[in-house]
């Protein structure tokens, strides 16, 4: 399969999508991000010095699901009709799984959407808790799922 975002010429353009049909589209990204067990425990129990370190991420991530086009160049500026971010602790790995579910309808997939936004949740709350963990590692980011469009739907 060629790469959609090369002309003939192998240079970089947009994709047209002016003919493809309008669908109902989704997507669903995870990360984690895995921290030493004090950061972990000021997380969970929301006395981080910064405050609500997982209501800042989850914002952070919305917000960046909005401004994809701005961040990523080729992608096309998209009118989302859903955006949620959600976190999952897990005690025994002191690490935090985000998951980002982005929808529209539109012509063109919301995958680099939620990619994204759990990107830019997870790099807040190491933004956010760096002060007390610098060895925090941000990994896994990864497409879920995704629905509509032309090529179907894909399930990780």
Do not use: W
Not at 14 to 24: G, I, L, N
Not at 76 to 91: G, N, P, Q
């Amino acid at each position: 399969m060629p790469f959609t975002h090369l002309n003939e010429k192998g240079e970089a353009i947009m994709v047209d999508v002016t003919e493809k049909a309008v669908t109902h589209r989704t997507a669903i990204a995870s990360g984690r991000i895995s921290m030493s067990a004090a950061c972990y425990q000021a997380v969970k129990e929301g006395s981080a010095k910064k405050g609500d370190v997982l209501g800042v991420a989850r914002v952070a991530g919305i917000m960046a699901t909005k401004r994809t086009a701005d961040l990523i160049p080729l992608c096309h500026v998209l009118a989302l009709t859903k955006c949620a971010v959600d976190f999952t602790l897990e005690d025994e790995s002191h690490s935090i799984t985000a998951r980002c579910t982005v929808q529209c309808e539109g012509k063109t997939g919301v995958e680099m959407e939620a990619l994204t936004g759990v990107s830019t949740a997870l790099l807040t709350v190491y933004d956010m808790c760096k002060a007390m963990d610098k060895r925090m590692v941000i990994s896994d980011i990864h497409l879920c799922e995704k629905q509509g469009g032309k090529s179907g739907d894909f399930v990780f």
